[in-house]
């Protein structure tokens, strides 16, 4: 009875997380994009006929990358965190957590703050204003286009997160009681990844 009821509970916290961070990413701002500038924001989205008679406010901003990233990271090893330590019936509430998910956590929120950074550093440009003070395009679009539509370095870093996830949750091994490692190659190429993402998105705007 007490596992049955562990496992209730740990799938209950879980839906909770999953359900919580969809409403999230669908109902706010937690996911997309910072307008700087209401004003060309505007512009670009009287230019769309669909959006031309909607008020500003009631327009969806662009996704972020790095911030969708950060936030998919967050709720996988939360998730995982939950399922090992009360669901597994051998590591209830002893389960000890990783190098692993401590870097991936790292490189993800790492990114999401040069990223933003980066946003904040491009948000006086007048010449050529930010890509991202355009109305959302949608998420698959958003995520993997700059000014110049889609982008190779934003592909790169969107096919190796789902490679990397794919990894992670693969190594989930209920009999052990720690959160999954991999490879210290993975965790390199996830940085790489990252540093490389960054380093073109200097030039998105520009």
Known sequence: ???????????????TICITF??????????????????????????????????PNKINR???????????WTVIISCTYVYLSLSSHVCVLTLTTSSTA???????????????IIDQSQSNQVAHPRHQNAPSDGFFKDILS??????IHRFQNVVWTLIAITIYLFR?????????EVDNS???????????YLGLKINENR
């Open 22 to 55: 969809i409403l999230l990413a669908l109902k706010s701002d937690i996911l997309r994009d910072t307008i700087d500038d209401l004003g060309a924001f505007t512009a670009n989205a009287a230019a769309i006929p669909q959006l031309a008679a909607v008020p």
């Open 102 to 116: 401590v870097i991936l956590l790292g490189i993800s929120a790492g990114t999401a703050a040069f990223g933003n």
């Open 146 to 151: 700059d000014d110049q539509g889609i982008s």
């Open 62 to 72: 662009p996704y972020s990358l790095s911030k969708v990233q950060f936030g998919v």
């Open 1 to 15: 009875m007490k596992f049955m009821f562990n496992d209730i509970v740990a799938w209950s916290l879980i839906l």
């Open 172 to 180: 989930i091994n209920p009999h052990e009681c720690s959160l999954p």
């Open 186 to 196: 993975i965790l390199t190429l996830t940085g790489i990844s990252s540093a490389t």
